[in-house]
């Protein structure tokens, strides 16, 4: 099993819609999440970190679950601009040092 | 804003030569991290370095070497190119949060697209 997992899509959605992403993680020592967004050929930039209490950006809402081990991505009203592959990532704390685990990624098509 | 610049944006190197690629970044960051992405494998971690002249294996370090000489310089060596290190690199850092670097993110360069023939 994949230390981190996401559905690869790709999700196909018209203008406007609203979708959801879900990412699950393994290892319940996990203590950072982050959502980053890449573009085709691009970088990954940050998106969001999630927080316990889950939190909201404009359109985009990430939620953590640390019973079921899964965090989510919510985009509202989307737009032709966030086509895009979003990656779930995890922190967890490792002995000595830190790890960082991306996922394979999500990716959305918003079409008009 | 952090500014994290590789050195180039594409490479084409033959098989056994000696490739250099550089990242530096600009906001004083202690840990500088380099992975590879290929189609379907996502992001995969080589090398990382939490301090100047540090580095720890990744998941995936054979055939590569790294240097941090400097605190702002992270460079990934890959001793003899082969085909099967035909990729993106891409350099990361981030902050180091009291020791503890879990809590920061990652700030990318813009990626080298490395072709070896």
């Known amino acids: 099993r994949k230390e981190v997992e996401q559905d690869p899509g790709p999700f196909n959605v018209p203008e406007g819609a609203t979708v959801a992403f879900n990412c699950t993680y393994s290892?319940?020592?996990?203590?950072?999440f982050f959502w980053y967004r890449q573009d085709c050929r691009k970088e990954p930039k940050l998106l969001m970190s999630v927080y316990s209490s889950g939190n909201e950006d404009g359109r985009f809402t990430a939620q953590l679950n640390r019973a079921s081990q899964y965090i989510s991505l919510l985009i509202r009203d989307s737009k032709l601009s966030d086509s895009a592959t979003y990656l779930c990532?995890?922190?967890?704390?490792?002995?000595?040092?830190?790890?960082?685990?991306f996922g394979a990624g999500t990716r959305l098509f918003v079409k008009a | 804003d952090v500014k994290v610049t590789q050195s180039s944006r594409y490479l084409v190197k033959r098989t056994g030569e000696k490739v250099f690629l550089e990242c530096v970044q600009d906001m004083d960051h202690e840990n500088m991290f380099w992975y590879r992405q290929d189609p379907g494998l996502g992001l995969r971690l080589i090398y990382f370095s939490y301090d100047v002249k540090m580095k720890e294996k990744g998941d995936i370090p054979e055939g590569y070497s790294v240097s941090r000489e400097k605190k702002e310089r992270f460079s990934l060596i890959l001793e003899s190119a082969s085909t099967n290190q035909t990729s993106m690199y891409l350099c990361?850092?981030?902050?180091?949060?009291?020791?503890?670097?879990?809590?920061?993110?990652?700030?990318f360069g813009n990626g080298t697209r490395l072709t070896v023939t």
């Open positions: 290892n319940s020592a996990s203590q950072s």
């Open positions: 990532v995890v922190n967890p704390r490792a002995a000595g040092g830190f790890k960082t685990i």
């Open positions: 990361a850092s981030s902050l180091a949060d009291r020791g503890y670097s879990y809590n920061s993110p990652l700030h």
